[in-house]
T-cell receptor
Framework: GDSVTQMEGPVTLSEEAFLTINCTYT??????LFWYVQYPGEGLQLLLK?????DKGSNKGFEATYRKETTSFHLEKGSVQVSDSAVYFC???????????????FGQGTTLQVKP | DGGITQSPKYLFRKEGQNVTLSCEQN?????MYWYRQDPGQGLRLIYY???????QKGDIAEGYSVSREKKESFPLTVTSAQKNPTAFYLC????????????????FGDGTRLSIL
């Protein structure tokens, strides 16, 4: 079935370091891919998305490229800040036509800690 | 501003008690979802509704019930049959499950934290 796998955390970086959080997926058809961020005690906020192969989603300095050949959607940021400390979730949206249409499949989340 | 409102923020359940978590959205979205989040884990789908007066079980529906009498409201009841209800509960909505909207993102509320007394 459809699934998402993220690198395990926590990921601990110093401020201004380069960030990569790996995400790979398994899906039938052509899913859309998302990164969500969750700050402590809050709900999830959409960070970025990509709806087809080779699309690059970007927002607030974060980027991720939809790589169909490697079934990946890795999250990157060139220079992290303390305020980026949060849990990051990779997710895919089951394509239309499946019995699970519209459902999101989440990875287990990766905690990022950025130290000053 | 449009959004999803969950209430209460914190909720305590006594032994044998049913409790209801509220979720209201003013985004005019057709589809709504309930997720459970346990510490250090991802989100697991409890129930979802693609249209008013219709809903389906998700991956962990046992011990929970829902209703969808109005488009903007999707309350979740945690029944006494749910033996381990302590968790963070998140409600979400999306435009529609139908094409061409089925690939649109879900929007989340701020969650309700449920604990056992």
């Amino acid at each position: 079935g459809d699934s998402v796998t993220q690198m395990e955390g926590p990921v601990t970086l110093s401020e201004e370091a380069f960030l990569t959080i790996n995400c790979t997926y398994t899906a039938t058809g052509y899913p859309s891919l998302f990164w969500y961020v969750q700050y402590p005690g809050e709900g999830l906020q959409l960070l970025l998305k990509a709806t087809k192969a080779d699309d690059k989603g970007s927002n607030k300095g974060f980027e991720a490229t939809y790589r169909k050949e490697t079934t990946s959607f890795h999250l990157e940021k060139g220079s992290v800040q303390v305020s980026d400390s949060a849990v990051y979730f990779c997710a895919l949206s089951v394509p239309y036509g499946s019995s699970n249409t519209g459902k999101l499949i989440f990875g287990q989340g990766t905690t990022l800690q950025v130290k000053p | 501003d449009g959004g999803i409102t969950q209430s209460p923020k914190y909720l305590f359940r006594k032994e044998g008690q049913n409790v209801t978590l509220s979720c209201e959205q003013n985004l005019n979205h057709d589809a709504m979802y309930w997720y459970r989040q346990d510490p250090g884990q991802g989100l697991r789908l409890i129930y979802y509704s693609q249209i008013v007066n219709d809903f389906q079980k998700g991956d962990i529906a046992e011990g929970y019930s829902v209703s969808r009498e109005k488009k903007e409201s999707f309350p979740l009841t945690v029944t006494s049959a749910q033996k381990n209800p302590t968790a963070f509960y998140l409600c979400a909505s999306s435009i529609s499950h139908r094409s061409p909207y089925s690939n649109q993102p879900q929007h989340f509320g701020d969650g309700t934290r449920l604990s056992i007394l």
